[in-house]
């Protein structure tokens, strides 16, 4: 059985552009999701035909992939968070969840009109709402979803001040909106105060006559929690590691674009913070 990492029913986002009906926005593991009533209305068929052909071709779903099958603990969970909001019957002893990929397929099979319609729509307006509204809205709807993913961006890789300047820059120019932010930021230990330089962590170290090799000293700073490593995805395929300085270690630096990938950030830090910082890794 999958396990759930991450669950969520967003109650309060209905999506009127999916017809014939609205229905709550579903997560399960961190994807979106829908029913097997949500598919049987929308393609205009039965539950049981969606149950049937799922039971007929069910070498074709791979759970996790296509469906989630939800029993016992996890059903029970599933059942908490939808309390208020009929998506699921109560007495049911199991649950199956559909994603984008699942949907599809089953379409494939219903093979009708409107099951592809159906399915055209949710593809757009449930599976995948910020690529349509980037799309197809209108220049200010893309402005404001550009900030919020610029917002999101600069809190996840906990950026500082003027990384979130060189961030809304770059949105500002790319629209041609007026640049109106102020000239620079201050980026300095607990944001007060005058902006101090910083620099890379070999360069300190040296600096300091200590003797240890960068990689040695990240491993110190990472096991106390001054920095982490974080992930992108890798344009030769797979994934590719990267420092990160968490929001707690912001006291002693801050995280600048990296010169290998602007995708990447590299810590720097304070020097009037780095025998502080020594100290609380035990050098």
Known sequence: MQQSTSTA????????????DTFPVIEWNGVRVVTTETLARGYNTEVNNIRNNLLNNKGRFVEGVHIFKLDGEELKSFKNYIN?????????PSLTLWTEKGAARMS????????WDFFEQMETAYFHPVQHMLSHGDASAKVQMHMMLNESAARMLNLPQTGKLQMLRKTFEHYGVPDTLPSYGIDAPNEGGSSEVTFSLTHLLKASGVSLSAASVNKLLQKNGI???MKRASSKGGEKEFWNITESGLRFGKNVTSDRNPRETQPHFYNSQFGKLLATIGI
Request: net charge negative; no cysteine.
């Open 84 to 92: 208020d909001i009929d998506v699921v019957n109560k007495r049911a």
């Open 9 to 20: 029913v967003n109650l309060a986002n209905y999506l009127p552009t999916v017809d014939p």
């Open 108 to 115: 494939k099979i219903i093979d009708t009109d409107e099951a």
């Open 227 to 229: 920095i982490q490593k």
